[in-house]
Protein backbone atom coordinates (compact mmCIF):
# COMPACT_ATOMS: atom_id res chain seq x y z
CA UNK A 1 0.00 0.00 0.00
CA UNK A 2 2.89 2.06 1.22
CA UNK A 3 4.87 1.81 -1.89
CA UNK A 4 1.79 1.97 -4.23
CA UNK A 5 1.19 5.49 -2.40
CA UNK A 6 4.87 6.51 -3.03
CA UNK A 7 5.14 5.69 -6.81
CA UNK A 8 1.72 7.54 -7.10
CA UNK A 9 3.57 10.69 -5.51
CA UNK A 10 6.41 10.40 -7.40
CA UNK A 11 4.34 10.02 -10.98
CA UNK A 12 2.60 12.97 -10.57
CA UNK A 13 5.99 14.92 -9.48
CA UNK A 14 7.55 14.12 -12.36
CA UNK A 15 4.24 15.03 -14.53
CA UNK A 16 3.87 18.32 -12.70
CA UNK A 17 7.95 19.10 -13.80
CA UNK A 18 7.29 17.75 -17.39
CA UNK A 19 4.28 20.36 -17.50
CA UNK A 20 6.06 23.05 -16.20
CA UNK A 21 8.82 22.62 -18.46
CA UNK A 22 6.65 22.43 -21.44
CA UNK A 23 5.16 26.06 -20.49
CA UNK A 24 8.02 27.31 -19.57
CA UNK A 25 9.94 26.31 -23.12
CA UNK A 26 6.58 27.80 -24.72
CA UNK A 27 6.90 30.98 -22.95
CA UNK A 28 10.38 31.39 -24.04
CA UNK A 29 9.27 31.00 -27.49
CA UNK A 30 6.45 33.11 -27.06
CA UNK A 31 9.05 35.81 -26.04
CA UNK A 32 11.62 35.53 -28.92
CA UNK A 33 8.42 35.53 -31.63
CA UNK A 34 7.77 38.92 -29.66
CA UNK A 35 10.94 40.48 -29.55
CA UNK A 36 11.81 40.05 -33.00
CA UNK A 37 8.51 41.68 -34.00
CA UNK A 38 9.75 44.33 -31.72
CA UNK A 39 12.98 44.49 -33.44
CA UNK A 40 11.52 44.86 -36.95
CA UNK A 41 9.45 47.80 -35.54
CA UNK A 42 12.94 49.63 -34.99
CA UNK A 43 14.96 48.57 -38.22
CA UNK A 44 17.27 51.83 -39.29
CA UNK A 45 15.75 53.28 -42.53
CA UNK A 46 17.95 54.46 -45.50
CA UNK A 47 20.41 57.71 -44.37
CA UNK A 48 18.34 60.82 -45.59
CA UNK A 49 19.39 64.41 -47.31
CA UNK A 50 22.09 66.22 -45.14
CA UNK A 51 19.96 69.45 -43.88
CA UNK A 52 20.50 72.65 -44.69
CA UNK A 53 23.25 74.70 -42.99
CA UNK A 54 22.76 76.66 -39.94
CA UNK A 55 23.04 80.54 -39.43
CA UNK A 56 26.59 81.62 -38.83
CA UNK A 57 27.18 81.73 -35.01
CA UNK A 58 28.20 85.20 -33.11
CA UNK A 59 31.80 85.90 -33.79
CA UNK A 60 33.58 84.48 -30.63
CA UNK A 61 35.84 86.83 -27.86
CA UNK A 62 38.82 87.64 -29.38
CA UNK A 63 41.73 85.38 -26.59
CA UNK A 64 44.32 87.28 -25.13
CA UNK A 65 47.54 88.44 -27.75
CA UNK A 66 50.43 85.99 -26.44
CA UNK A 67 53.99 86.99 -26.43
CA UNK A 68 56.07 86.90 -29.44
CA UNK A 69 57.71 83.38 -29.76
CA UNK A 70 61.18 83.11 -30.33
CA UNK A 71 62.91 83.41 -33.65
CA UNK A 72 62.62 80.53 -35.64
CA UNK A 73 65.97 78.70 -37.27
CA UNK A 74 66.97 79.88 -40.61
CA UNK A 75 65.93 78.53 -44.21
CA UNK A 76 68.22 77.04 -46.25
CA UNK A 77 69.62 79.09 -48.91
CA UNK A 78 67.41 79.25 -52.25
CA UNK A 79 68.24 78.33 -55.23
CA UNK A 80 69.79 81.72 -57.45
CA UNK A 81 67.11 83.42 -59.21
CA UNK A 82 67.20 84.80 -62.51
CA UNK A 83 69.66 86.88 -63.92
CA UNK A 84 68.29 90.79 -63.53
CA UNK A 85 67.57 93.00 -66.48
CA UNK A 86 70.33 95.71 -67.52
CA UNK A 87 71.07 98.38 -69.94
CA UNK A 88 72.96 97.20 -72.89
CA UNK A 89 74.99 99.00 -75.12
CA UNK A 90 72.62 101.31 -77.01
CA UNK A 91 72.74 100.83 -80.60
CA UNK A 92 70.54 102.51 -83.74
CA UNK A 93 67.27 100.23 -84.34
CA UNK A 94 67.70 98.23 -86.90
CA UNK A 95 64.36 96.36 -88.61
CA UNK A 96 66.51 94.12 -89.87
CA UNK A 97 68.71 92.70 -86.85
CA UNK A 98 65.51 93.76 -84.14
CA UNK A 99 65.08 90.24 -83.86
CA UNK A 100 68.14 89.11 -82.87
CA UNK A 101 67.85 92.00 -80.08
CA UNK A 102 67.77 90.73 -76.13
CA UNK A 103 65.45 92.04 -73.40
CA UNK A 104 66.93 95.12 -72.16
CA UNK A 105 68.66 96.36 -75.49
CA UNK A 106 68.99 99.99 -75.55
CA UNK A 107 67.82 101.24 -79.10
CA UNK A 108 67.63 104.92 -80.63
CA UNK A 109 64.76 105.59 -83.22
CA UNK A 110 64.02 108.87 -84.52
CA UNK A 111 65.85 110.91 -82.08
CA UNK A 112 64.15 109.14 -79.21
CA UNK A 113 65.49 106.18 -76.97
CA UNK A 114 64.13 102.81 -76.20
CA UNK A 115 64.34 99.88 -74.37
CA UNK A 116 63.43 96.29 -75.51
CA UNK A 117 60.85 94.93 -72.29
CA UNK A 118 61.05 90.93 -74.09
CA UNK A 119 63.63 88.90 -76.18
CA UNK A 120 63.14 88.90 -80.17
CA UNK A 121 60.84 92.18 -79.80
CA UNK A 122 58.46 92.92 -83.02
CA UNK A 123 57.36 96.10 -84.61
CA UNK A 124 58.89 99.54 -84.19
CA UNK A 125 59.95 101.36 -80.89
CA UNK A 126 57.50 104.11 -81.45
CA UNK A 127 54.63 101.67 -81.85
CA UNK A 128 54.75 98.18 -80.53
CA UNK A 129 54.33 97.51 -76.61
CA UNK A 130 57.54 95.28 -76.72
CA UNK A 131 59.32 98.82 -76.33
CA UNK A 132 59.37 101.43 -73.32
CA UNK A 133 60.11 105.03 -73.95
CA UNK A 134 62.88 105.87 -71.90
CA UNK A 135 63.85 109.67 -73.40
CA UNK A 136 61.76 111.61 -76.02
CA UNK A 137 63.40 112.99 -78.71
CA UNK A 138 65.31 116.36 -77.90
CA UNK A 139 65.09 114.94 -73.90
CA UNK A 140 68.53 114.10 -72.72
CA UNK A 141 69.52 111.71 -69.62
CA UNK A 142 71.17 113.82 -66.94
CA UNK A 143 74.32 111.97 -65.16
CA UNK A 144 73.24 109.24 -62.93
CA UNK A 145 73.80 109.94 -59.52
CA UNK A 146 72.85 107.63 -55.58
CA UNK A 147 69.39 108.51 -54.33
CA UNK A 148 69.30 110.83 -51.42
CA UNK A 149 66.21 111.41 -50.14
CA UNK A 150 67.63 114.87 -48.73
CA UNK A 151 67.84 116.08 -52.26
CA UNK A 152 65.40 114.34 -53.71
CA UNK A 153 62.78 117.16 -53.93
CA UNK A 154 65.64 119.29 -56.74
CA UNK A 155 65.77 116.28 -58.82
CA UNK A 156 65.00 117.36 -62.38
CA UNK A 157 62.95 115.50 -64.96
CA UNK A 158 65.00 112.99 -66.46
CA UNK A 159 67.52 112.58 -64.05
CA UNK A 160 68.65 108.42 -63.99
CA UNK A 161 69.19 107.63 -60.20
CA UNK A 162 70.38 104.41 -58.31
CA UNK A 163 68.70 103.34 -55.44
CA UNK A 164 68.91 99.75 -53.93
CA UNK A 165 71.14 98.15 -57.15
CA UNK A 166 68.48 99.29 -59.39
CA UNK A 167 68.43 102.37 -61.28
CA UNK A 168 65.88 104.78 -61.92
CA UNK A 169 64.20 107.87 -64.06
CA UNK A 170 62.41 110.79 -62.70
CA UNK A 171 59.11 111.03 -64.54
CA UNK A 172 59.06 114.95 -63.26
CA UNK A 173 60.98 117.44 -61.47
CA UNK A 174 61.09 117.52 -57.80
CA UNK A 175 59.79 114.18 -57.28
CA UNK A 176 58.07 112.40 -54.08
CA UNK A 177 58.85 109.58 -52.64
CA UNK A 178 61.34 106.45 -52.59
CA UNK A 179 61.90 105.16 -56.34
CA UNK A 180 60.04 101.81 -57.14
CA UNK A 181 57.55 102.96 -54.59
CA UNK A 182 56.31 106.65 -56.05
CA UNK A 183 55.09 106.72 -59.47
CA UNK A 184 57.38 110.13 -59.54
CA UNK A 185 60.11 107.72 -61.04
CA UNK A 186 60.30 104.96 -63.30
CA UNK A 187 62.79 101.77 -63.32
CA UNK A 188 64.96 101.30 -65.99
CA UNK A 189 67.05 98.61 -64.43
CA UNK A 190 65.78 96.07 -62.30
CA UNK A 191 69.23 94.46 -60.10
CA UNK A 192 70.56 91.61 -60.97
CA UNK A 193 71.21 88.41 -58.62
CA UNK A 194 74.57 87.46 -58.20
CA UNK A 195 75.64 85.47 -61.39
CA UNK A 196 76.96 81.81 -61.03
CA UNK A 197 80.30 80.86 -60.25
CA UNK A 198 82.67 80.65 -63.28
CA UNK A 199 84.17 77.71 -63.74
CA UNK A 200 87.46 77.43 -62.24
CA UNK A 201 90.62 78.58 -64.98
CA UNK A 202 93.13 76.21 -66.34
CA UNK A 203 96.37 75.13 -64.22
CA UNK A 204 99.08 77.63 -65.22
CA UNK A 205 102.19 76.67 -66.30
CA UNK A 206 104.75 75.04 -64.20
CA UNK A 207 107.58 77.61 -63.07
CA UNK A 208 111.11 77.20 -63.50
CA UNK A 209 112.77 75.39 -60.80
CA UNK A 210 114.41 77.66 -58.43
CA UNK A 211 118.31 77.11 -57.17
CA UNK A 212 119.20 74.55 -54.72
CA UNK A 213 119.57 76.28 -51.44
CA UNK A 214 122.51 76.25 -49.06
CA UNK A 215 122.84 73.21 -47.09
CA UNK A 216 122.05 73.01 -43.67
CA UNK A 217 124.01 72.82 -40.48
CA UNK A 218 123.94 69.30 -39.23
CA UNK A 219 121.61 68.95 -36.56
CA UNK A 220 122.80 67.38 -33.16
CA UNK A 221 123.37 63.76 -32.85
CA UNK A 222 120.43 62.20 -31.08
CA UNK A 223 120.69 60.13 -28.01
CA UNK A 224 121.11 55.81 -28.40
CA UNK A 225 118.23 54.28 -28.93
CA UNK A 226 117.50 51.20 -26.34
CA UNK A 227 118.91 48.27 -27.94
CA UNK A 228 115.98 45.91 -28.95
CA UNK A 229 114.86 42.67 -28.15
CA UNK A 230 117.33 39.39 -28.95
CA UNK A 231 115.16 38.35 -31.96
CA UNK A 232 113.66 34.27 -32.36
CA UNK A 233 116.54 32.59 -33.64
CA UNK A 234 116.48 31.55 -37.13
CA UNK A 235 115.54 27.51 -38.58
CA UNK A 236 118.98 25.43 -39.21
CA UNK A 237 120.51 25.48 -42.49
CA UNK A 238 119.94 22.46 -44.93
CA UNK A 239 123.16 20.37 -45.11
CA UNK A 240 125.28 21.58 -48.36
CA UNK A 241 126.39 18.70 -50.55
CA UNK A 242 129.51 16.43 -50.07
CA UNK A 243 132.30 18.07 -51.46
CA UNK A 244 134.51 16.58 -54.48
CA UNK A 245 137.36 14.10 -52.68
CA UNK A 246 140.42 15.28 -53.13
CA UNK A 247 143.89 13.96 -54.98
CA UNK A 248 145.63 10.99 -53.25
CA UNK A 249 148.95 12.58 -51.72
CA UNK A 250 152.13 11.90 -52.63
CA UNK A 251 153.19 8.18 -51.21
CA UNK A 252 156.08 9.55 -48.06
CA UNK A 253 159.64 8.43 -48.18
CA UNK A 254 160.20 4.49 -46.17
CA UNK A 255 161.10 5.40 -42.65
CA UNK A 256 164.10 4.09 -40.99
CA UNK A 257 163.99 0.25 -40.34
CA UNK A 258 163.47 0.23 -36.17
CA UNK A 259 166.39 -1.69 -34.00
CA UNK A 260 165.48 -4.98 -33.36
CA UNK A 261 163.66 -5.85 -30.06
CA UNK A 262 165.02 -8.43 -27.22
CA UNK A 263 164.33 -11.89 -27.13
CA UNK A 264 161.42 -12.98 -25.16
CA UNK A 265 161.88 -15.50 -22.56
CA UNK A 266 161.26 -19.25 -23.91
CA UNK A 267 157.92 -20.50 -22.58
CA UNK A 268 157.31 -23.81 -20.87
CA UNK A 269 156.26 -26.56 -22.79
CA UNK A 270 153.81 -29.12 -21.31
CA UNK A 271 152.13 -32.36 -22.86
CA UNK A 272 148.71 -33.19 -22.38
CA UNK A 273 147.95 -37.32 -23.61
CA UNK A 274 150.23 -39.96 -24.68
CA UNK A 275 150.11 -38.90 -28.18
CA UNK A 276 152.96 -36.35 -28.81
CA UNK A 277 150.46 -34.35 -31.26
CA UNK A 278 147.61 -34.07 -29.53
CA UNK A 279 149.31 -33.05 -26.69
CA UNK A 280 151.31 -30.66 -28.32
CA UNK A 281 147.56 -29.48 -29.36
CA UNK A 282 146.30 -29.00 -25.97
CA UNK A 283 149.04 -27.38 -24.52
CA UNK A 284 149.28 -24.69 -27.85
CA UNK A 285 145.46 -24.52 -26.03
CA UNK A 286 146.42 -23.90 -22.58
CA UNK A 287 148.66 -21.15 -23.44
CA UNK A 288 146.57 -18.96 -25.23
CA UNK A 289 143.86 -19.45 -22.61
CA UNK A 290 146.50 -18.27 -19.77
CA UNK A 291 148.38 -15.95 -21.89
CA UNK A 292 151.90 -17.73 -21.86
CA UNK A 293 153.41 -17.25 -25.49
CA UNK A 294 155.78 -20.04 -26.67
Not at 20 to 31: E, G, L, P, V, W
Not at 122 to 144: F, K, Q, T
Not at 177 to 206: E, F, H, K
Request: aromatic letters at 6%; proline letters at 5%.
Amino acid sequence: MKRALYQNRRHAVFKRNRDKAIRKRRFSNKRKQCNLVRNKKYIRGPIGFPGAIGATGPTGISGQQEGIGSTGAQGTRGATGATGIGLSGIVLFDPATSGLYSQGQVVTYNGSTYIANVSSPIGIPSESPDYSLIAEAGVGLNGVIPFDPALSNSYPADQVITFNGSTYLTNVADPEGLPGMSPDYMLLAARGDTGITGATGATGVTGVTGATGATGATGVTGAAGVTGATGITGPTGATGATGTIGATGVTGATGTTGATGATGATGRYRSYGHNRSHGRYRSHRYNRRHGHNR
